[in-house]
């Protein structure tokens, strides 16, 4: 089935920089398109940014363009997220989403395996 394990969340000054990191683990690294999905409560989960692989990246959401950075490193079978110039609006519960939609027309319906999820924090 698969496990993913999220790290790196945590409290952010404005303007500050986080990396969260997503280890996979329990199946083949490029069967699947690589998410990192946020979720503020009572919103809709947001897709952030997908990497693939062998597709290398393939989203970023537009409220986060020239801010995140999503990146793999295929021996370790990790994805990663670095964040920077985080804003208040960026916070949010993160999570690493395995799935297997290269397009833009993502749903949450689609995601194999999630993660836990880490929080991000992004407050003054």
């Known amino acids: 089935q698969g496990q993913l394990v999220e790290s790196g969340g945590g409290l952010v000054q404005p303007g500050g920089s986080l990396r969260l990191s997503c280890a996979t683990s329990?199946?083949?690294?490029?069967?699947?398109?690589m998410n990192w999905v946020r979720q503020v409560p009572g919103k809709e989960r947001e897709r952030v940014a997908a990497i693939h692989l062998y597709g290398g990246v393939l989203h970023y959401a537009d409220s986060v363009k020239g801010r995140f950075t999503i990146s793999l490193d295929s021996a370790k079978k990790t994805v990663y997220l670095q964040m920077n110039n985080l804003k208040p609006e960026d916070t949010a519960m993160y999570y690493c989403a395995a799935g297997t939609t290269w397009g833009d027309s993502w749903t949450p319906a689609e995601v194999k395996i999630w993660g836990q999820g880490t929080q991000v924090t992004v407050s003054s």
């Open positions: 329990g199946f083949p690294f490029s069967d699947r398109v």
